[in-house]
């Protein structure tokens, strides 16, 4: 039985190897804290559909996809503009159109358009967010 198991741990050790050296990027993740924010003049500037590089945050997602912003730390660990996400337990990917402002620290905003009552019943979590570096 011992025998089995480690036969299975040196495939497995094999084919992470051979990713590795193929140039396929591995997933990296990172628990953040997480709030939501909506397409409001009070939370966000002078035009709230638009995002920090100019992306109408309505019309650039579709089906399944959604919108998050990130503190400027989490640009320089990876998360770069048009980066698709999985943010654990909520379904379907998010991508990063939006950032915050450099006050904040180790955390994303979930964009929920209109949806104000579905923010504030999100409040604030910590979640695990994963990427595969490269992936757009």
């Given at each position: 039985?011992?025998?089995?198991?480690?036969?299975?741990?040196?495939?497995a050790g094999l084919a992470a190897g051979a990713a590795f050296a193929a140039g396929k990027p591995e997933t990296r993740g990172i628990t953040v804290t997480a709030t939501a924010?909506?397409?409001?003049?009070?939370?966000?500037?002078a035009d709230?559909?638009?995002g920090a590089w100019g992306d109408?945050?309505?019309?650039?997602?579709?089906?399944?996809?959604?919108?998050?912003?990130?503190s400027p730390d989490l640009l320089q660990k990876g998360l770069r503009?048009?980066?698709?996400?999985?943010?654990h337990g909520l379904k379907?990917?998010?991508?990063?159109?939006?950032k915050m402002p450099r006050r904040w620290k180790n955390r994303i905003d979930i964009y929920m358009h209109k949806d104000v009552?579905?923010?504030?019943?999100?409040?604030?979590?910590?979640v695990k967010?994963?990427?595969k570096p490269g992936s757009e």
């Amino acid at each position: 039985m011992r025998f089995v198991a480690l036969g299975a741990s040196l495939v497995a050790g094999l084919a992470a190897g051979a990713a590795f050296a193929a140039g396929k990027p591995e997933t990296r993740g990172i628990t953040v804290t997480a709030t939501a924010y909506n397409a409001t003049h009070d939370q966000t500037d002078a035009d709230p559909h638009v995002g920090a590089w100019g992306d109408n945050l309505d019309q650039a997602v579709g089906p399944g996809l959604r919108v998050i912003a990130v503190s400027p730390d989490l640009l320089q660990k990876g998360l770069r503009r048009g980066q698709r996400v999985r943010i654990h337990g909520l379904k379907g990917e998010f991508v990063v159109l939006d950032k915050m402002p450099r006050r904040w620290k180790n955390r994303i905003d979930i964009y929920m358009h209109k949806d104000v009552r579905g923010a504030r019943k999100w409040g604030k979590r910590r979640v695990k967010v994963s990427w595969k570096p490269g992936s757009e």
